[in-house]
């Protein structure tokens, strides 16, 4: 590993907390984001539906009472009656809300999942970008440090007359301008920290740089496509939508069935006169109840119609979404491609500027540079510096894409 790769680490090694790595991080937003807890509230209030559906077939129990007075006739009377009912026969009503209401549970999941990996894509975006924020400060914190070393060594020439006041000011021309640059990286590190907190739950503190490659990662481009096709919860998703829209076009054409039902009740009145309670005589009623639509004025064909349309409409939702997500995987792919090759790069280049940059500090002390040599040595090997770590995010952010694009991203992923 290249020196400028530990610099965070240094100064934050005597800090007394326990380094937080990617996973820890994951499981922190696991336990307090609240979009992740507010979709699974909303799944569970639609994992009801199947549930209520199925009560639409089975057997109900009523209570109806009254009480009253008549001033006229009776006086005081009530009476209560107990009625039940059990369908027999929907005509396939109840067993087709009951599929197109497991479909919408089914798609909910798929949401969820979709939710989920949105927040942990959010998640490694804000941890990467707290690590080169952090580097971004050390870089430009070591470049003050060494720049006013170097004024100081450019003083005590000029004062023996061995550099001209021009050395001295281009050198204090150029810490100012790392100065500046320090406070942008500490605001941009103020700012990649409250988006950390937000979406984590929980200050950073020290972040562990070195993130090994995710096991779920796809091995190449055509395991990534197959691995979108079979898991990505969007395109999931819609697939079980248009599920629940099959189903309903046989519960819109289940509306032409006949309805058969079982039906009894029990009722009994009874009347208060002169302090005694008299009872009416009591009534008991059993038998089936038929219900045969006949004519409903085109209200049926109407509905099955719709849903027909609907689930057409539904099917090339999921066509269009199965070609969305293979472009999101393709360009993924791409980019974690550009990322890994803009890493290897900065790599080179790094190593190339740390050895241009001591040629060039030994080259001054023969006078065989001058000082803008020095200071242009210096910028080159910052940016470098800078160039590698915001490669090592890319790559982190770029990993995050694909699987995401993929459908394997989860809490698992980086386990």
Do not use: C, H
């Amino acid at each position: 590993m290249t020196r400028w790769a530990w610099l965070p680490l240094a100064a934050l090694a005597a800090a007394p907390v326990q380094a937080e790595t990617l996973r820890e991080a994951i499981a922190a937003a696991y336990a307090t984001n609240p979009d992740l807890a507010e979709a699974q509230a909303r799944q569970d209030a639609l994992a009801e539906a199947p549930e209520q559906a199925r009560a639409g077939g089975r057997p109900t129990v009523s209570v109806d009472a009254g009480a009253g007075y008549d001033s006229i006739g009776s006086g005081n009377s009530g009476s209560a009656t107990i009625r039940s009912s059990l369908p027999i026969w929907t005509g396939g009503r109840v067993s087709s809300a009951v599929r197109a209401a497991d479909a919408d549970v089914a798609a909910g999941e798929q949401r969820v999942r979709d939710r989920e990996a949105a927040v942990l894509e959010r998640v490694v975006i804000a941890y990467a970008d707290v690590l080169f924020a952090q580097e971004a400060v050390e870089v430009a914190r070591i470049g003050i440090e060494r720049l006013d070393r170097q004024v100081e060594e450019a003083q005590s020439r000029f004062d023996l007359g061995e550099a001209t006041r021009t050395d001295v000011e281009q050198l204090r021309a150029q810490r100012a301008s790392v100065v500046a640059n320090l406070a942008d990286a500490q605001a941009a590190l103020i700012a990649a920290i409250a988006t950390y907190r937000a979406v984590v739950g929980q200050e950073p503190d020290a972040l562990v740089a070195d993130v090994p490659p995710p096991q779920a990662l796809p091995g190449d481009l055509s395991a990534a496509r197959a691995s979108a096709e079979a898991t990505n919860p969007l395109l999931l998703e819609q697939r079980r939508i248009a599920d629940a829209s099959g189903a309903r076009i046989d519960q819109a054409r289940a509306e032409r069935a006949p309805v058969l039902e079982l039906a009894g009740g029990y009722g009994r009145g009874a009347q208060l006169s002169g302090g005694n309670l008299y009872g009416f005589e009591s009534a008991a009623t059993v038998g089936l109840s038929l219900r045969v639509p006949l004519f409903t004025g085109g209200l049926v064909p109407s509905r099955v119609r719709e849903a027909e349309a609907t689930y057409r409409a539904e099917s090339f939702a999921a066509e269009a979404e199965q070609r969305e997500a293979l472009r999101n995987v393709d360009t993924a792919w791409a980019g974690l491609g550009a990322a890994r090759l803009r890493l290897t790069a900065n790599e080179e280049g790094l190593a190339a500027a740390q050895l241009a940059l001591e040629g060039v500090r030994a080259e001054y002390e023969f006078g065989l540079r001058s000082t803008i040599d020095i200071l242009l040595a210096e910028q080159s090997y910052r940016a470098a510096q800078l160039a590698l770590a915001r490669a090592r995010s890319d790559v982190l952010i770029a990993q995050a894409a694909v699987l995401r694009a993929s459908g394997r991203l989860d809490r698992n992923a980086y386990s």
